[in-house]
């Protein structure tokens, strides 16, 4: 399933809101994705992975990326070379916006990213395009 589903994310910050005051809240933002081998079993972990090498991996294994609308993310399916079958989801331009896009509709403080060392260029694209950037160090 999705690291960060939409609906759940909104769920969360809904009920932040009932504790704290809207500039009191960042929300958090993942960078990066998870390759499950299927079928899952309860326990069973999957590999973390960041967003560029999710795209890779795809282009790789020519497999096809679709978006869930529900969640607002990306994700494939495709089968490695012991033949299993596994299923990746992780964020792209498209999931990132409609994170941001969820902070700013309920004004909240800003965003923070989980982690920083992956590197993911689409994503400053976005958030430069939607947002002022400032610095607080």
């Known amino acids: 399933m999705a690291v960060a589903p939409l609906p759940e994310v909104r769920r969360v ?3 932040a809101l009932t504790e704290f005051s809207p500039n009191q809240l960042y929300l958090g933002i993942p960078n ?13 972990r999957a590999k973390s992975l960041n967003n560029v090498e999710a795209v890779r991996l ?12 529900q969640t607002q993310t990306p994700w494939f399916r495709y089968v490695d070379d012991q033949g299993s079958e596994h299923e990746v989801w992780f964020e792209d331009a498209r999931s990132i916006q409609a ?8 004004g909240l403080y800003g965003v923070g990213y989980w982690n920083l060392d992956r590197p ?16 607080e160090m």
């Open 32 to 44: 990066y994705g998870y390759d499950w081998t299927l079928p899952y079993r309860d326990g069973g």
């Open 120 to 135: 993911f260029p689409q994503n400053w694209v976005v958030l430069n395009a939607m947002a002022n950037i400032r610095s």
């Open 58 to 69: 795809a282009w790789d294994r020519r497999a096809a990326i679709r978006y869930d609308e």
């Open 99 to 106: 994170k941001l896009n969820l902070a700013f509709d309920f």
């Open 13 to 15: 910050v809904e009920y």
